[in-house]
Structures are given as C-alpha cells and as structure tokens.
C-alpha cells in the first residue's frame, strides 16, 4: 500500500501522458517512505474508451484518480499526501486543460475535480465554482 488508480476518457489522447502522471505520484509517495514503504506503491491506469459525459453533446472529458492507503497512518499524513497529489494532477493537466476549456478544480478531501461548464452544472456547483475563482 499505497495504490494509486486514475480513469481518464479516451478522448484525452497521449497529450494526457498518463505515464508520466504516474511517476510524479510515485515520486510523490516515495518521499514519504516513513509512511509508503516503497515496496508497497503500486499505480495503474484505466483507459475508458465507453463513457458518457453530461448530455453528450460535445467532447467532454474527465480524469478520476482514488488513492488507497492501508489503515494506521495518520489523519494529518492523509491530509498532506492527498493535497500533494492533488496539486500534481492539476499542475499535469494544467496545459492540456487549458486547450479544452478552463477546469473546475474542487479542493476537497475527496479531491473531486470536474470541467464541466457552467451551463452543465448545477446551481449550487456554479456559486461555489465563483466563489473558489
């Protein structure tokens, strides 16, 4: 343990370099040894060529990354870990975003992120997205 999991659309292409987001993460993990043995950090990726997103109506695509860690580490490790990577995916994907339409980027504890535009999302999503803005 840990293992890391990312789903992305298909339609993000080799521009994603999937590859290569799974290295920053292992570098990540692996400056935390005192807690990741590096032995235990596994990482994969899952492609998904059938997806559907919103109404379908445009190319439309998402990234979803789960982290899994074993249980007895602390609260406060979590908290840093789950914040390090959550600052790696959005720095990776940054430019190829950027080409698409600009991300939401949901600084949760469940590091949920979504592009979705504003007309798609719902009320109470598009007055929080202002407020994070």
């Given at each position: ?38 032995g235990g950090i596994r990482s ?29 580490r602390p609260e406060q490790v ?56």
């Amino acid at each position: 343990m840990p293992h890391f999991i990312v789903e992305y659309t298909a339609n993000l292409g080799e521009e994603a370099d999937i590859r290569g987001l799974l290295e920053k993460v292992h570098r990540v993990l692996i400056k935390r040894r005192d807690s990741f043995p590096i032995g235990g950090i596994r990482s994969r990726a899952i492609r998904l060529d059938e997806y559907y997103v919103a109404d379908g109506a445009e190319d439309d695509a998402f990234v979803h990354a789960t982290l899994k860690i074993g249980a007895g580490r602390p609260e406060q490790v979590k908290k840093e870990v789950g914040a390090e990577l959550f600052a790696v995916m959005k720095d990776h994907f940054a430019p190829l975003f950027a080409k698409r339409r600009a991300p939401h980027w949901s600084p949760i504890r469940t590091c949920a992120s979504s592009r979705l535009p504003a007309r798609r999302r719902p009320a109470w999503r598009s007055s929080a997205t202002a407020r994070q803005r």
